[in-house]
C-alpha cells in the first residue's frame, strides 16, 4: 500500500504517499486517483503528505504530473507543498516548455483505398525522380565527352582503383568457383554420351557470353553499389552535397559522374578477368575429373567462342556498370537525413542495382535472339 | 548606423511538408550588416538559413537580394547570387574525402584563375586566419569538432565573397576562439566591407558584434522582434526577448 486517500473532508481530498517509490518497485496506479476524483463529486482541492515517503526518483514526478493534468482538467486546485522540494522542481522543469501539440507525427486510420493511392502517388513520384536522375546523369557525360564536366581527376582514379583493381579477388574466387559449377553440373549429362570434351563449349560460352559478366554485376553490385550509396547518403546527412550545390557545382559531376565512368570502364575489364578465371575453372573440372587433356581443352574452348560472344558480353558488363553505378549514386542521392537512412539507401542501392542487372540480362538476351547474334 | 537594405524578407512562412515552423517573417539586411538570427533550439533558424541561401524553397513569401526576387529568378541570376555568399553550415560540412587545403581550395580553384601555386598560399593564410594554420593535409576525420566548424570558416570565406552565413560558428569553441572568431567575422566586414547573417546563441557575440538581428519565438511560431540586439534588451517589452538575452536569469530583472 503505496497510496492512501484521507478524506474528502470539506472538499479536500489528501493524498498520502508512502514507502519507496521507484522504478522496478509495485506502485500503485494513477487510476486509483482517477476513479477517486470521478467518484467524489465535491473535491475542490488535492493535497499531499509524503511524511511516510522514503526514497524516489522519476517515477514520482510522472504520477505527479499526470494528477495534475486530472486536476487541471476538473478544475481541482493542487496543493503541491506537501510534495518533496526536488519532485516539485523537476515537475516545474517538465512543464516550463508546453507540449508541442503539432510536433507528434499524427497516425491518420488510414482505410485501404488511400493506402493505394498513397503507394500509387509514392511509385509514380520515386519513378519520375528516377527518370530525371537518368536524364541528368546523361547530361553530365555529355558534358565530360565535350571536356566541360567539372570534377575531380583524382576521385576517378580513387574509385577506379577501388572498384577495379580491389575487386580483383573476390571476383577471381566467385568466378572461379562458378565455371567449376556449370563444369560439374554439365559433366554429368556430357558423360552419359561420351560427349565430355564439350564441358569446354559449355562454360566457354556460358561464361564468356553472359555468365561472367552478370557475376562480376552482382558482385559489383554488392560491393561497389552499395559502398557509392552510402559515400553520397553521408553526404547528405552531412550536408556536405548541400555544400557542393551553393558553389554551384553540380553534384551529378562532381559526385555521380566519376563513379559512373570508373565502373563503366572497369566493368569490362574485370568482365573478361572474370571469362577467363571460369574458363579456368572448367579446365579444373574437365582435365582433373574428365581426363581431358590440356590442349585439347584449350583448342576446344578457342574454337567455341566467337568474338561476337565476347562482344555480348562485354556488351552485357558495360550496361551492368551504368546500371550498378545509377543505382548506388541515386539512392545515396535520395538518402534522408540520419544514420539509419544511409543504410536504407545502401541496402537498396544492391536490390536496385541485381534487379535491374536480371531484367536487363534478359531483355538483352531478347534482343540478342531476334537479331540473330 | 544605417545601411540600405541588401537582403530582404517577406511575409516568409516556412514548412516541412505541412508542418510550418514559422510564418510571417519579415525583416530586412542592411548592406555592411552584422545581422544575427536568434531564437529557441528547434525554431527554425538553420531552415530560415537554408531558404535564404536557396537551398529551400519557402512555402510562401519572398526573399530579395537588392532588387532581385530570389526565388522568381531565373537559375542564372540566382547563381549569380549564390557565388557571391560563403556559408557556414551548422555541421561544418566539409567535404569528408578531401584534406582540409583540398577543401578551401575548391571554391579557388571553381571561380578563380589563380595558379596552383597562388592558391597554395591563400589557402593556408585562410586557415591562419581561423587558427589552422599546419593543419592542412589533415582529414575532417581527423580534426576535432570545433576545427571543423573553424575549417568550415575557412572554405566559407576562401573567395571573399560579399555576403556571409555563419550557423552556430562560435558552437564548441572555447571562449577565447571564440573572441577570435568574433574579431574576424568584424575585421570581414570593416575590412572587406561583407555582410554577415549569423545564427547564433552566444549572447556575448550577439551584443559584440550583432548590429542588427532578429528574434525567432517557436511558441507563436513567428518573429517576437527586430532590432538592435541592445536596443531590444533596453527597450523590449516582451519578457520572451529579454529572457533570452538575459539567458533565463529575469528573476528580479524583471520591469
Ligand atoms: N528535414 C526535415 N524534415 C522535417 N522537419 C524538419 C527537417 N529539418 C528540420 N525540421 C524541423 O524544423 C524545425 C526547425 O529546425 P532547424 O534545424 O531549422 O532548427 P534550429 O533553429 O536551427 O535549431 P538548432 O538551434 O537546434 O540548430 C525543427 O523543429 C525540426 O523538427
Ligand atoms: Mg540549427
Redesign the pocket.
Known sequence: MKLRFNGPTDGVLMIRLSGNWQIGEDLSSPNEVKTKLESETDIQRVTFDTKELTQWDSSLPILLLKIKNLCSEKKIYMDSDGLPRGANRLIELATAVPIEKDARSVEENKTFFSLVGAETIHFLKSAKEMIAFIGEAFLAFIKFLSGKARYRRSDLFMTIQGCGAKALPIVSLISLLVGLILAFVGAIQLKMFGAQIYIADLVGIAMVRVMGAVMTGIIMAGRTGAAFAAQIGTMEVNEEIDALKTLGISPMEFLVLPRMLALVFMMPLLCIYADLMGILGGGIVGIGMLDLNMSQYYIQTKEAISLNDLWIGLFHSAVFGVLVALAGCLRGIQCG?SASDVGNAATSAVVTGIVSIIVATAIITVMCNVLGI | MKTDPFIIVRDLTMA?GD?V?MRDLNFTVGRGDIFIIM?G???????LMKIMVGLKEPARGKVFYGDLNFWEAVPDDRKHIVQNIGILY?SGALWSSMTLAENVALPLEEYTDLSPNEIRELVSFKLSMVGLAGYEDFYPAQISGGMRKRAGIARAIALDPDILFFD?PSAGLDPVSAKRLDDLILELRNSLGATVVVVTHELASIFAIGNNSVFLDSETRTMAAVGNPKMLLENSQDPKIINFLMRGETEGHLR
Not at chain 2, 533550439?41 to 531552415?47: A, L, M, R, V
Open positions: 537525413r | 516541412y508542418y515552423i531564437g533550439s528547434g525554431c527554425g533558424k538553420s531552415t551548422q552556430e
